[in-house]
């Protein structure tokens, strides 16, 4: 019924950009909030970015201020997150994540996309 698509992973050298789009779909009467999480061999999933769909605030993680943003188009109900100088220590499968209310007076649920993989070389 809801869906999240991502785009947007790759391999990349370190000090390189890439930028990912995640796009909501199907019964998504309202978008809330939208964000970027991350998850490396090994390690539990971790928060790298959110944002909310009334006046686009933004939070982002430490580890990432400064070198990754992440936008959103309400009217497109997609989100982006732009990388900027990355390093090996940000190479995970990044997963987009959604709180959508799927009709009127429902409450809201998270959704999760599939994952796309970022690889950063030394």
């Known amino acids: 019924q809801v869906q999240l698509v991502e785009s947007g992973g790759g391999l990349v050298q370190a000090g390189g950009s890439l930028r990912l789009s995640c796009a909501a779909s199907?019964?998504?009467?309202?978008?809330?909030?939208m964000g970027w999480y991350r998850q490396a061999p090994g390690k539990q999933r971790e928060l790298v970015a959110t944002i909310t769909s009334i006046g686009h605030n933004t939070n982002h993680a430490n580890s990432v201020r400064g070198r990754f943003t992440i936008s959103r188009d309400n009217h497109k109900n997609t989100v982006y997150l732009q990388m900027n100088s990355l390093k090996p220590e940000d190479t995970a499968v990044y997963y987009c994540?959604?709180?959508?209310?799927?009709?009127?007076?429902?409450?809201?649920?998270?959704?999760w996309g599939q994952g796309t993989q970022v690889t950063v070389s030394s």
């Open positions: 994540n959604a709180n959508i209310f799927i009709r009127y007076g429902s409450s809201g649920e998270d959704y």
């Open positions: 199907g019964r998504t009467f309202s978008v809330n909030v």
